[in-house]
């Protein structure tokens, strides 16, 4: 069962695809979509070239609390991923071939969000410090890289260790 503002973005998603077909001449498939997408992200296109999978994951909760402008720009912004790849193959993400597919579908080509992230940001667990011998830089990791640091090193090339530290 969707939410209002999940059926709001569906609705504009089928919008969207007919005006492409109309302006590009030519069908599309429409990606799945789902709005199961975590974090600072509004939303993401991903295909797998492999076995031509793509999909659009959407932020639940940004779309939520910017439903208007989410829906008149994000949602076309990942469509625009999508046929851009139908249309172009494999080019840079928000190039000049991504750009003049979203002016001709009528929306600005803006790269990124301007949303409040507060509450959608993922929740950091525990970190652990770890110190650098050669160049003394410390380093908040994660605890699956803590249970594994013997096969961490800086960036310098350093050997890291742990300062006992906990955040």
């Excluded at 992200?41 to 031509?52: D, Q």
Aim: proline share 4%; aromatic share 10%; charged share 20%.
């Amino acid at each position: 069962m969707y939410t209002t503002a999940q059926t709001n973005a569906l609705n504009m998603v089928h919008k969207t695809m007919l005006k492409a077909e109309q302006v590009f001449g030519r069908s599309f498939t429409t990606p799945p979509v789902t709005f199961n997408l975590k974090g600072r992200t509004a939303g993401i296109y991903r295909w797998n070239p492999v076995n031509g999978f793509c999909s659009i994951r959407l932020n639940n909760i940004l779309l939520k609390e910017n439903e208007d402008v989410f829906i008149e720009q994000t949602v076309p912004h990942e469509l625009a991923h999508h046929i851009t790849r139908v249309l172009y193959g494999r080019v840079s993400p928000h190039g000049r071939e991504w750009k003049s597919v979203m002016i001709r579908l009528g929306v600005s080509p803006t790269r990124c969000h301007d949303y409040d992230v507060t509450n959608s940001q993922v929740r950091r667990g525990t970190r652990y410090v770890y110190s650098c011998d050669k160049c003394g830089k410390e380093h908040n990791i994660t605890a699956y890289k803590h249970s594994r640091a013997s096969r961490y090193r800086c960036k310098c090339h350093g050997d890291i260790t742990f300062t006992g530290r906990v955040i």
